[in-house]
């Protein structure tokens, strides 16, 4: 007689369950149920053959036409199953305290050849240099004890945008334009600001937050965002903006612009900080990492960003301009742009900003152990399948991670005050 099954099964088992109402036909619960348990077994290969073997090592074959069919042609949303996932995952990390950031990035996935989709010759974050490879754009929910990606996206280079031959060889859509990275990001962000989801500010590096139209489109949503920037990026230096347009002298239109004077411009952000007086540096230390506590030296300023305003008729808001020069550098190494609250504090903002570590381990495992790299399929559908999938088993982890061995403190836990002049037994003072 098989031993019942213990609460973790069963919570495996309902997660599948949840899972496989979304994808809405029946026929597909057994292929996902099959799909994700091959992804969480151990295994160096997650492509569709070996999971099949893994699964069903006495009918590879047939296994292997289901699961196949299942992650590159049957129909499913995958939006509508990330939006199972969210629902399971996201109470467990709530348990320790609200989302602290929408963290913006992109995920390189190394490629040969030149039929798979959207491979193409671009940078590879993976790889840390240009090669041929997928690039995948994605959000991810964070707090301080966990994260989980919400959102997969494909970048589809302007080369193949402009081949429909090759698309319609890809299986991708007719209505797919080419979209730059930061485009598809605010898309997806705007899908979560619509269902409600979105209450944290938005944390990405200056691949993203360099482009000023990014920047501005978040504060018209009145979503706040803490962004890497450039050194280069020009900013009025406290206290100070552009002029405002020249005096009306009765001809024409009046002038609506503001101004520039050759004796009142803008500054770099870089320098800007080699301006900044010794006192306004600060070491601050944001978390502990493997190797000791994470910390460096920091300033903060309020400032306007100056990107084109002598084509605007009003100054941009103040926001605060982060940065980070650790000792032994000649330069700052780190620029952040920031519209969190004018009371916020150098600490907050460096926890926040530097937050982004959580989802470079999450897909680091999701590579390493949820075979996010490892499809072998050429088209569109299949590739955004098989992400969502990836992270949706990968959700489960996050899930009993946040149950099970829950950090502390748990965020509705508080400890009970001391009384004045209390002393444990055995200790030698009041503690």
Sequence with gaps: MAPPPDARQRRFRDYLDRLGAALGHRDRAEPLRAYLTALCLA????????????????HVSARHQSMHHFVANAPWDERGLLGVVREEVLPALERHGPIAACVVDDTGIPK????????ARQYCGALGKTENCQVAVSLSLVNEVGSLPVAWRLYLPREWTRDRARCRAAGIPSSARFREKW??????????????????????????????????????????????????ISVWPPGE????????????????????????????????A???????????????????????????????????????????????????????????????????????????LVRVAKIRWRIERDFEELKDDFGLDHFEGRGWRGFHHHGPLCIAAYGFLVAERARLSPPEPLSFLRPARLPRGFKPRGAAGAA
Excluded: N
């Design 43 to 58: 295994g160096e290969r997650k492509s569709v053959e070996p999971m099949a073997a893994r699964i069903d090592p006495r």
């Design 112 to 119: 040969k050849g030149s039929h798979s989709v959207g491979v």
């Design 183 to 232: 485009r598809i990001a605010l898309e997806e962000i705007a899908a979560l600001r619509a269902q409600g989801i979105l209450q944290a500010p938005v944390v990405a590096d200056a691949g993203y937050g360099s482009t000023t139209d990014f920047r501005d489109e978040l504060t018209a949503w009145e979503i706040p965002y803490l962004v890497g920037v450039e050194g280069h």
């Design 241 to 272: 903006g552009p002029l405002p347009p020249a005096r009306y002298r009765g001809r024409g239109r009046p002038p609506t612009r503001l101004r520039r004077s050759p004796r009142h411009r803008p500054l770099s952000a870089l320098r800007l």
């Design 274 to 348: 080699r301006q900044l007086p010794a006192e306004a540096w600060s070491t601050v230390t944001w978390r502990q990492g493997t190797r000791g506590a994470m910390r460096s030296r920091f300033a903060l300023a309020r400032v306007r960003s100056a990107h084109r305003d002598f084509r605007r008729c009003e100054a941009r808001p103040e926001e605060w301009l982060l940065l980070e020069w650790p000792r032994g550098e000649g330069e700052p190494t780190k620029y952040w742009l920031s519209t969190l609250p004018e009371t916020a504090t150098l600490g907050l």
